[in-house]
């Protein structure tokens, strides 16, 4: 948790753009890393926290984090989503999901001939729904804190979108009938999630917004307090 901050903290945006194929690769999973086990962490703490002073036990009911495994190791970005999205499930289902059925149906699908297209449209867009309010939300995030052209964030969270409702979509067909190993179905959702997460990361590295996270790094005060006493 607290190494990669470390690490990164000694980056500059210039360096980082002249890293090789295997260096951006390393980076990408530190991000991504970071973000996981940041706010799984704080999830944890919370609850052993919560756990601790009440003195009551820690009920799966109350704690649903507790029965959804890691996502890091899911197979499949529909599966990688479900269990990411779990710990903020009411919100966007009730700011994206509910919303764009309810218009739906209201106006395009329950008017509609083709039940097929409708049902299909009731299927996708709703999901697509979710993960457009998503970005939109990082997106805020990103002009709040550094004035930034928007973009990057809705475009990675709409292509997170498509690789959850294709992934579904096969698994849901071709999964039935051919068995793939879980090892390589992990590997494959790691690559499609640290190939797209360059549009993710590019605004917070290009305005070094991991410094937020490296500058509260017990290692990078320890680091620079031995310096300051002319250790280093």
């Given at each position: ?55 009551d036990l820690v009920h799966d009911t109350e704690w649903t984090l507790v029965r959804h495994y890691f996502p890091g190791f899911a197979t499949s970005p529909s599966e990688f989503w479900r269990q990411w999205h779990h710990l903020f ?144």
């Amino acid at each position: 948790m607290d190494v990669i901050p470390f690490v990164m903290s000694f980056l500059t945006f210039e360096a980082i753009q002249n890293f090789n194929i295997v260096q951006n690769f390393l980076l990408r999973i530190g991000v991504a890393a970071m973000v996981i086990f940041d706010i799984s962490l704080l999830n944890y703490t919370i609850m052993i926290l919560c756990a601790a002073i009440t003195g009551d036990l820690v009920h799966d009911t109350e704690w649903t984090l507790v029965r959804h495994y890691f996502p890091g190791f899911a197979t499949s970005p529909s599966e990688f989503w479900r269990q990411w999205h779990h710990l903020f499930q009411y919100i966007w289902v009730d700011l994206g999901f509910h919303p764009v059925k309810y218009i739906l149906r209201k106006y395009v699908t329950g008017k509609s001939k083709n039940r097929q297209l409708a049902n299909g449209l009731e299927l996708v867009l709703p999901v697509m729904g979710v993960f457009l309010m998503s970005g939109l939300m990082h997106e805020y995030m990103m002009i709040g804190m550094w004035h930034i052209r928007p973009g990057h964030m809705t475009l990675f969270f709409l292509i997170q979108g498509a690789g959850t409702i294709i992934s579904k979509a096969l698994n849901n067909t071709v999964g039935q009938k051919i068995h793939v190993p879980p090892a390589i179905l992990i590997t494959l959702t790691w690559i499609f999630n640290l190939t797209t997460a360059a549009l993710f990361v590019e605004p917070v590295l290009k305005n070094h917004g991991y410094n937020m996270v490296a500058n509260q790094s017990l290692l990078l005060h320890s680091y620079n307090l031995l310096r300051s006493n002319g250790i280093f």
